[in-house]
Structures are given as structure tokens and as C-alpha cells.
């Protein structure tokens, strides 16, 4: 069993010889061995700790002496106290400084002065690596989700991490497949974050799973439309700018995500989708209809608007300002 002084390095047997000494002090170091059962070897071993953490002082003639505990305890609490903000500021400095030393380890013959382009992250340092991007990064941090509510983004401390710094002000943005919407798990993960104040977009496919934290680093996995084979850290400025181009272009076509709460005119969204080049299985899936319906609706609209293809019903529509039509409101 450990000591309660055992956090100054007090062992247990120096820690009942401290409480000896306490309730008499003033009496020789014999007769608390004596009192004790303990040999003079272990006698002097538990004294010479307490001596070292000054908890006791000895005479001379070998007189044991305890000052109030209050005193002495409150200056060992205060000493360690100091130590520890010594080290959690040593730590803060090693944390800054983890991006150049991952960097250092890639080097290879390129100078170690100049930041690797792409660094490979070995998974079992993903989670930690997601963490440092998400602290030591600023700006918006952009996210494509091929796989939904798995990965580093499922982790405890990142998605804490995360929203902390949402609640600081942060914005966070994710395009997810419109496959979510066939899956509950998935869905009931994307509306969470959206009860968080994610800003979100759905597009009928996702190119690639990755995150780009500002304008600093992409975090990416390491082969293109696969979550699988590891993941790759990007801090080459026009990599970056380019996987950040490729998102912000699916996020201007992306669609929200469906709110049952909100009533809309099912028309009026099935030519926005047709307009934008959304496929029938994809229109079908955001709509929640069956393929079949979609199909019967796009046909009867196109005779009801005397056109022949997709693209000239969108072009009527955006004509005719259907595609700002509101839903007829209900009866009270």
C-alpha cells in the first residue's frame, strides 16, 4: 500500500516513522526503532528519506525533531507545485515543437530547417497527430468524410478537442456522401454535429477522405478515394491550396442536409437537384423517394414544362423562378 507522502518520494516506511516522530518529538532515533520492531538498517534508511525531504531534522546526539506539519507539508506542496508548472511549461514547449522534430525525422538529406512537403504518420500516432493539427492550426478546418463516425474524428479527445475549439469560436465544416442518409448510425452522427454548429454539405459522391486545417496542413489519407493504407501530413503551401480548392468547389454545389422539420416543395427541390447535375439514385436518396418516383416526376414536370431533356428543365425552371418557389402554407 502507497503512502499518502509517497507524491514527495516518501516511502511507506518513512512515512510511519514521520508520524512516529510527530507524536514525539524530541525522542532519539533508537527508541522509535525500538517502538517500531524495525532494524537499524531500515530505521536509518526511512530517516535519511525524511531528512532529504526535510520533514525531520536530527540533533547531534541523534534527537529526532518535527516542525508543524502544516509548515512543512504546505512548503513540500508549494516546492512540487513549482515543479509542476516548471514542467507542464517544458511540456507546452516540446508540444510546439513536435511538428519540427516529426519533420526532422523525414528529412532524409533535405535540410532540417525546411518542413517536409508530405510527412507519412504512422497510425499508432494518428490520433495524437490529429490532435496537435487541431491545437496548433488556426483558421477553418474543412473536412471530407468518405467514411462517416469511424477514424481519429470518432476519438474521445479529438472530437473534445474539437468542439472546444468550436465553443471558442472555431468554424468547422464537412461535406458527407449522400449515403449517410441510408444509414442511421451516420445520419444521427452528422446531426449531432450540426446540434454543435458544424456547418455541412452533402455531395453525391466523395473524391477523397482528408482535412485541411486552415491554411497550414492537410491531413490526408494516403491513397486517393481510400481510407485505407495509413494517412500523409501535407504542409506544402500549393498542395494545400489545391485539396483546399477541391473542397471549397464540392461545398458551392454540395446540398444542406435534409431537415424533416422543415417543409419545402418536393418540385421545387427535385429541379434544383436536376439543375445541378445531381443523378436520379442520388435525387432519389435526398429526396427520400423511390427511384421510380423520381423518374414519374421529372417526366411529368417536363411535359408540364415542354421540354425534352434535363438540362432544358432546369433552364425553364430557373427561367420561370421556380427554383425560388416556397411550399404552399397550411391551413390553420
Request: proline residues 5%.
Amino acid at each position: 500500500m502507497t503512502g499518502v507522502l509517497a507524491a514527495f518520494g516518501v516511502s511507506q516506511d518513512a512515512e510511519l516513522l514521520y508520524r512516529h516522530v510527530l507524536r514525539a518529538s524530541g525522542r532519539p532515533l533508537d527508541r522509535h526503532r525500538v517502538q517500531l520492531g524495525w532494524s537499524p538498517a531500515r530505521v536509518r534508511e526511512a530517516l535519511d528519506a525524511l531528512l532529504t525531504a526535510q520533514l525531520v531534522s536530527e540533533d547531534t546526539d541523534g534527537t529526532l525533531l518535527a516542525d508543524h506539519p502544516r509548515i512543512t507539508l504546505t512548503r513540500l506542496i508549494d516546492r512540487e507545485t513549482g515543479r509542476l508548472d516548471q514542467r507542464l511549461r517544458d511540456l507546452a514547449d516540446v508540444r510546439s515543437a513536435v511538428s519540427d522534430f516529426a519533420a526532422e525525422h523525414r528529412t532524409g538529406g533535405v535540410s532540417p530547417v525546411s518542413p517536409v512537403a508530405v510527412d507519412p504518420i504512422p497510425a499508432e500516432v494518428l490520433i495524437t497527430t490529429v490532435e496537435e493539427m487541431v491545437r496548433s492550426t488556426t483558421g477553418v478546418i474543412k473536412s471530407f468524410h468518405l467514411a462517416v463516425a469511424t477514424g481519429p474524428g470518432t476519438h474521445e479527445g479529438v472530437v473534445r478537442i474539437v468542439r472546444e475549439q468550436m465553443a471558442r469560436g472555431r468554424e468547422l465544416r464537412s461535406i458527407y456522401p449522400l449515403s449517410v442518409l441510408d444509414h442511421s448510425e451516420e445520419l444521427g452522427w452528422v446531426r449531432d454535429w450540426a446540434a454543435v454548429g458544424e456547418r455541412q454539405r452533402m455531395v453525391a459522391e466523395i473524391p477523397h477522405e482528408y482535412v485541411v486545417f486552415g491554411e497550414e496542413a492537410v491531413l490526408s489519407s494516403r491513397e486517393w478515394g481510400r481510407t485505407e493504407g495509413g494517412a500523409v501530413l501535407i504542409r506544402l503551401p500549393l498542395l494545400i491550396q489545391a485539396f483546399t480548392a477541391v473542397f471549397d468547389d464540392a461545398w458551392r454545389s454540395g446540398l444542406p442536409v435534409p431537415d424533416p422539420s422543415v417543409e419545402q416543395d418536393v418540385d421545387t427541390r427535385l429541379i434544383a437537384l436536376l439543375a445541378g447535375g445531381f443523378k436520379d439514385e442520388a435525387i432519389a436518396r435526398y429526396l427520400g423517394l423511390s427511384l421510380r418516383t423520381v423518374r414519374r416526376r421529372v417526366a411529368t414536370l417536363a411535359d408540364e414544362l415542354g421540354v425534352h431533356t434535363r438540362f432544358q428543365l432546369g433552364v425553364v425552371a430557373q427561367r420561370r423562378g421556380l427554383l425560388n418557389r416556397r411550399p404552399p402554407r397550411r391551413s390553420q
